[in-house]
């Protein structure tokens, strides 16, 4: 079956460090990948997506690129802010389809002044 | 518009009532799902409709019970739940052969007394 495997959290780290979040997938064929962003008290929120081996996701700063040969998809950050606290998903969903989102267990960043 | 709504955002009900938990989205998308989210847990897949038609129920006990009135809305009839019912409840819409990307709600924060 699908599986999605993060790193373990909370990560707490000063603002404006680098970040790197690890994700790891087992899965047949080619999934879709996404990182997912919850904010405390709120629903989840779309951050990136790649849907094919190499594709760079990228949106606000934040980047993952889809490795097949190392089954991976980290999401990265050169320079964190405050506000980038929150819990991320990491997350696939067998190719073509949303119908079976596979989760990551999350990873909470904590961003410090 | 990207967007799915959710009501109500916060509902308390004891264990012999029936509520309902309303979801709309205006994006055109023909599958829409629920998620039961507990705290500190990833979403867990409840419920997926597809083109109105309900497509997957992942062994979900009967006391919930989903409806699909029509493209744009989906809900969720409550009825004799159990304290550990209480969670996150988080709408997501879809649209088959445009994207893999689900979108979600905001969430209706559920507590069962």
């Known amino acids: 079956g699908n599986s999605v495997t993060q790193m373990e959290g909370p990560v707490t780290l000063s603002e404006e460090a680098f970040l790197t979040i690890n994700c790891t997938y087992t899965?047949?064929?080619?999934?879709?990948l996404f990182w997912y962003v919850q904010y405390p008290g709120e629903g989840l929120q779309l951050l990136l997506k790649a849907t094919k081996a190499d594709d760079k996701g990228s949106n606000k700063g934040f980047e993952a690129t889809y490795r097949k040969e190392t089954t991976s998809f980290h999401l990265e950050k050169g320079s964190v802010q405050v506000s980038d606290s929150a819990v991320y998903f990491c997350a696939l969903t067998p190719t073509g389809t949303a119908s079976k989102l596979t989760f990551g267990t999350g990873t909470r960043l904590q961003v410090t002044l | 518009d990207t967007e799915v709504t959710q009501t109500p955002k916060h509902l308390v009900m004891g264990m012999t009532n029936k509520k309902s938990l309303k979801c709309e989205q205006h994006m055109g998308h023909r599958a829409m799902y629920w998620y039961k989210q507990k705290a500190k847990k990833p979403p867990e897949l409840m419920f997926v409709y597809s083109y109105e038609k309900l497509s997957i129920n992942e062994s979900v006990p009967s006391r919930f019970s989903p409806e699909c009135p029509n493209s744009s809305l989906l809900n969720l009839h409550l009825h004799a739940l159990q304290p550990e019912d209480s969670a996150l409840y988080l709408c997501?819409?879809?649209?088959?052969?445009?994207?893999?990307?689900?979108?979600f709600g905001q969430g209706t924060r559920l507590t069962v007394v």
């Open positions: 997501a819409s879809s649209q088959p052969g445009q994207g893999p990307e689900a979108f």
């Open positions: 899965a047949t064929g080619y999934p879709s």
